[in-house]
């Protein structure tokens, strides 16, 4: 399948280990953000999200953690499996606008 | 489930050729975007509908149109397609302000 981004960082995790990823998002006005997961050849795939009046957010074994002080948002995976290889990005919506700011992503690699 | 559908997952065109890139979505959803991927440089949006017949420029219009007689589909024409329109479409589509966009699979364009 094609490459979502031949440049892009690389995280390179054991199988069952957790793993951090980091977004810096750019406007003070975004008050929601989303999470993706793309695979090679395939759409973007929501993940999790979170809005401006929350710090954390948790799904089934992934966790947001937002730091609006210093406009950061991190993605948590737990117990990380060779199926959540893929590139993660995320978005930021700019307060009531259709304007979404995505970032260029991190590539995930599980080692086995 | 939200489905998003592209006509073609994988597409190659000659200079100067008009192309049509089909999205359709069976969600309801009154908002759908058109954007292209590139490598390290994330998605970026070419036009945005918020209705039928109704379409807003996005960040890199030029060299692009966009169609949306029904709801549930948005086209996109490169009018007289060149080289540095290879790259992948993304259609998404979404409620809302606030909401997550919804992805469909990508149609890698190559120009030559």
């Known amino acids: 399948g094609e490459s979502v981004g031949l440049h892009l960082p690389t995280l390179s995790v054991q199988e069952g280990d957790n793993s951090i990823i980091n977004c810096a998002y750019s406007n003070s006005a975004s008050d929601y953000f989303i999470w993706y997961k793309q695979e090679s050849g395939k759409g973007p795939q929501f993940i999790i999200d979170i809005r401006s009046n929350m710090d954390k957010r948790q799904g089934q074994r992934v966790t947001v953690l937002l730091n609006k002080t210093v406009k950061h948002l991190s993605l948590q995976i737990a117990a990380t499996q060779p199926g959540d290889s893929a590139v993660y990005f995320c978005?930021?919506?700019?307060?009531?606008?259709?304007?979404?700011?995505f970032g260029t992503g991190t590539r995930l690699k599980v080692l086995a | 489930d939200v489905k998003v559908t592209q006509s073609s997952r994988y597409l190659v065109k000659r200079t100067g050729e008009k192309v049509f890139l089909e999205c359709v979505q069976d969600?309801?959803?009154?908002?759908m975007f058109w954007y292209r991927q590139d490598p390290g440089l994330g998605l970026r949006l070419i036009y945005f509908?918020?209705?039928?017949?109704?379409?807003e420029k996005g960040d890199i219009p030029e060299g692009y149109s966009v169609s949306r007689e029904k709801k549930e589909r948005f086209s996109l024409i490169l009018e007289s397609a060149s080289t540095n329109q290879t790259s992948m479409y993304l259609c998404a589509s979404f409620r809302g302000v606030g909401y997550e966009q919804y992805f469909g699979p990508g149609t890698r364009l190559t120009v030559t």
């Open positions: 969600m309801d959803h009154e908002n």
């Open positions: 509908s918020y209705d039928v017949k109704m379409k």
């Open positions: 978005a930021e919506n700019i307060s009531g606008t259709y304007k979404y700011i």
